[in-house]
């Protein structure tokens, strides 16, 4: 009997820092992460006792906000309580945070790895006050508290355990942070602490094989059952998640193939230099947080106004924009993902596209108006300019570690470089060069073409001469490829591009080429 396959179960718990201006419930400035320690405090946020919290408004809708982006249902009524626990970054001995009536719960976001996108469930959205931040000296003898974060509005978003790879866990987690900067209400930029993200993992056998793990580990249950998690904490990359959970998924083989699955619950660290995870020393005691609700705030209402406007207020968002570019100008779904990741490159993308219009009826020859003239050429030149977009404008900007819109070429510009090359006026080699100096002096490309006298050679005399020199002079080459040597060609148009100091198109030199030596 071969040993049973086992399959990944991961869930993840993210927490997302707000960027608003002040703190959950105070008015301290909420940017205390760029100012001297223990600047942005007060006595609400410090804990000092009498004190009462006042709630951020604005940090309210953005969480409903976050829920809604995640398709989750988003309640009427919600409410804070209180979790206690004690640590010394919490001043107040509680941390006020949401427990059975969470501001969204029961939503999902799709998730794109390979050819079948996955789903993950959301369990929960919930809103919180982050704690203040512990700062171990490096000779490891003492700690101090910067109070600057404590008070922080966070959103944390609990998945179901639905997530089956390393890389989906991974994928999920730009997801979010994508959605977060199409909301505009954080960087969630992992490095700075802006995401946060605790990943649990389990294994279980797959379910034709649960009869026979079964017998073999005496395990109760049936194939739903999930058995201990191990949650991994530390995960400061989106890298450092993806191999922090590899490196589980090998650790809890070995123990299953040992024939010692794991039996309890435990929390490791993920160290970046030893390259693995590591149990934490304090021993998985079952937390018992008091949860109640919290006496000095009222629950948290929305009118049906409310949350109509929340919606109507909604950006188009990452996944939404995708599924626009798939169907309205038939590209790939990866190359819709590519142009989204960035909502610079996105708004690039589409004002391009809407000057390539202009520019096309400008450049056309033939009959008809804007809009029939933009379908029939529509898919090939989105695919071109998505294919200069993603392959030569991308290399140019981290050649020179620019953003997009920090380079010199104009949307207005850039389309006029397709059209020309889409038209002909200009051959991809020609292209290439225009666009290096537009990027370089924001120019013009049709200014750049006639200052350098490199538009297409394609006046019949100037090729037929080329071509009649290109044969005179390689007339063995000529007598190969009239033997049969195909692939002479290939130097031959070579040659005539050579001649033509690349302006002319080879795709008509190969033409002219075949149709004189047949
Ligand atoms: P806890 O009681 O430890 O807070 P929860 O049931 O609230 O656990 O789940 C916390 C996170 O752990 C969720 O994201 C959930 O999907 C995930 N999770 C729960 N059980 C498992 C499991 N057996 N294996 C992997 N992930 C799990
Ligand atoms: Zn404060
Ligand atoms: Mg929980």
């Known amino acids: 009997m071969t040993f049973p396959t086992l399959e990944t179960v991961i869930g993840l718990e993210t927490h997302v820092q707000l960027r608003t201006k002040s703190k959950m419930f105070c008015r301290c400035d909420n940017s205390g992460e760029d100012q001297e320690p223990n600047t942005t405090v007060c006595p609400v946020c410090m804990g000092h006792p009498g004190t009462l919290p006042v709630p951020n408004e604005q940090a309210i809708a953005w969480a409903a906000k976050v829920a809604l982006a995640l398709h989750c249902k988003v309640s009427r009524q919600s409410k804070f309580d209180r979790k206690s626990y004690f640590y010394p970054d919490l001043p107040k001995g509680y941390q006020i945070s949401q427990f059975d009536q969470p501001i969204g719960k029961d939503g999902y976001l799709m998730v794109h790895v390979g050819k079948k996108p996955v789903r993950v469930r959301i369990e929960r959205v919930h809103l919180e006050e982050d704690s203040a931040k512990l700062v171990h000296a490096p000779d490891g003898k003492s700690t101090l508290i910067d109070f600057n974060r404590a008070g922080t509005p966070l959103v944390e978003i609990v998945t179901k355990p639905d997530i089956q790879s390393p890389a989906v866990a991974k994928a999920f987690l730009q997801g979010l942070r994508l959605i977060m900067r199409y909301l505009g209400v954080s960087d969630a930029d992992m490095e700075k602490g802006h995401l946060r993200c605790d990943a649990n993992i389990s294994l279980k056998p797959i379910p034709e094989h649960f009869g026979r793990a079964k017998k073999k580990f005496g395990l109760e249950g049936d194939v739903t059952t999930l058995f201990p998690k191990t949650e991994v904490k530390n995960l400061n990359s989106f890298k450092a998640v993806e191999r922090a959970l590899e490196f589980e998924t090998k650790r809890q083989s070995a123990l299953w193939y040992d024939g010692k699955p794991p039996l309890v619950a435990v929390t490791r660290g993920w160290d970046d230099k030893k390259m693995g995870t590591v149990q934490h020393r304090d021993k998985e005691a079952a937390h018992d947080y008091r949860y109640f609700p919290e006496p000095d705030l009222t629950p948290i209402t929305f009118t ?131 666009l290096e100096k537009m990027f370089v002096s924001g120019e013009d490309p049709s200014d750049i073409v006639e200052a350098g006298n490199l538009g297409q050679v394609s006046g019949e005399k100037e090729l037929t001469e080329i071509i009649d020199a290109v044969i005179n002079e390689n007339a063995g080459m000529v007598d190969q490829f009239k033997k049969g040597k195909t692939p002479v060609l290939q130097f031959l148009i070579g040659q005539a591009m050579k001649k033509s100091k690349g302006k002319a198109d080879p795709k008509v030199i190969r033409e002219l080429l075949i149709h004189r030596l047949a």
Not at 315 to 333: I, N
Not at 368 to 383: F, P, Y
């Open 304 to 434: 049906k106004a409310q949350l109509d406007g929340l919606e109507r207020d909604m950006p188009e968002l990452p996944y939404e924009k995708r599924d626009r570019f798939e169907s309205q100008f038939g590209m790939r779904g990866a190359d819709a993902a590519i142009l989204v990741d960035d909502l610079r490159v996105a708004h690039f993308f589409e004002e391009v596209v809407s000057e390539l219009k202009a520019w096309l009826v400008s450049l056309e020859e033939v009959e008809g108006t804007e809009q029939e003239i933009w379908e029939s050429h529509k898919a090939k030149l989105v695919n071109q300019v998505v294919s200069w977009i993603t392959t030569k404008l991308f290399t140019l900007l981290n050649e020179r570690r620019q953003s997009i819109d920090e380079a010199k070429i104009t949307p207005e510009n850039f389309a006029e470089l397709m059209t020309m090359m889409y038209k002909r006026r200009i051959n991809a080699s020609v292209a290439q060069t225009v």
